[in-house]
Each structure stands twice: as structure tokens, then as C-alpha cells.
């Protein structure tokens, strides 16, 4: 099992009942009070390495209603949903579908960071062309994001050995998938405004 990183002590005032009752409220939050801390999910998660907070901690942090931390932390965005931990966690809780939840809040509450705008390009480059585009996606989310200039030297050896094609790969026809989103943005939920109430 992954070792945990320590994290500073999380004061009891940064608690928010109002934020712990909504997600508890959505059908993947009837178990989350369950979830005995056991680590499974965290042991279990490829990238819980890369995230500022484990699996089990993000659970922990719901229970407790922490909702600044929840919203800000990279680990709903850093989820590759692979279900690990869905289908490991003896309490039958979700972490996945958590992360799932969690995202359209952080939305909705103007969380900005590098991991969420990543995430916002991805769905774009996806809704246009109907393909994951490497190149539009490290080409729009190398605009957007300054500090990736550090990563141009290694973009630049991709594209000399014929890695990193110079084209946009689109499906035939997009216009099903655009509907697609078009009828999913339609939603509350999608744009957030449960969250909001
Ligand atoms: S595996 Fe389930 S019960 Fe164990 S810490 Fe993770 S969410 Fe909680
Ligand atoms: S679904 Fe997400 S949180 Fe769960 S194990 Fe996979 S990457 Fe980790």
C-alpha cells in the first residue's frame, strides 16, 4: 500500500454543513458517512502520488463538510476514473463517481486552476472533433497555461520523431456528439445550479 503525504492540520472553522448535506444528498453520497478510513481506495488509486489528496482523505474531507479544501484540491481533476477504488471499497462507497459530482461544483463555485482548465480543453477538443487531438490539445492548453513553455523542448522532439502529428483528427461527423453535450449542458446539474442553491 501507498504511503501517504502528511498534510498541515485542517482547522474545524473551515467546515461547511451546507456543502457536506449536497454531496451527501446526491446518489453517490448515501454511503460516504460509511466509509471507515480503511485506505483501500488510496492503495488502490495509479495516481493518488500525483494527488494533493488521497481518495479515503477526499471522503474524510466530505464527511467533515471541508469544502474550500474539497473544491480546491487537484485530486477530482487528477482521477483518471480507472474505478479502482469503486470496485474495491468494502463499504460499497464511489470515490469515482464522487470525483464526478465533485467537478460540476467546483465549477459552479469559480474554482480556477491548471488541472480544471486541462479539463475544460479536453471536453472541448472532444465536443468539436470528436477525437482526444493531441495536437489541439497541447496546442490550445500550451496558450492558456504559461508554464508549459517549460515542456516546448520535449513537444519539439515529439514532432522530430513523428509523435506528435501536425493535424487535427476529427470524426466524420461531429454534430450527434455536439447535440450530445448541447442537451447535457442543458441540465442543472451540469451547469451546477443545484450547487448553487
Ligand atoms: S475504501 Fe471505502 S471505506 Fe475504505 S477508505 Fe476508501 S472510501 Fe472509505
Ligand atoms: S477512479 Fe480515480 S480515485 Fe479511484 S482509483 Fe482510479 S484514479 Fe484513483
Known sequence: ??????????LPESRDAAFRDLVLKTPVGEKIPTCMQCGICAGSCPVSHEMDYTPRQLVRMV????????LNSNTIWICTTCFSCSVRCPRG????????????????????NKNAKFDGIFSDVIKKTGRASEFLLISKYSLS??????QAPFGLSLMAKGKLPLRADRME?????????????????????????
Open 63 to 70: 464527511q467533515m463538510g471541508l469544502k474550500k479544501e474539497v
Open 93 to 112: 462507497i464511489r470515490p469515482t463517481e464522487l470525483m464526478e459530482v465533485l467537478k460540476p461544483i467546483a465549477i459552479a463555485e469559480g474554482i480556477k
Open 1 to 10: 500500500m501507498k504511503k501517504e503525504k502528511m498534510k498541515e492540520t485542517i
Open 173 to 197: 461527423d461531429a454534430r450527434e456528439l455536439e447535440a450530445i453535450f448541447r442537451a447535457e449542458e442543458k441540465k442543472p446539474d451540469a451547469k451546477g445550479k443545484e450547487a448553487q442553491k
Open 145 to 150: 497555461e504559461p508554464s508549459m513553455i517549460k
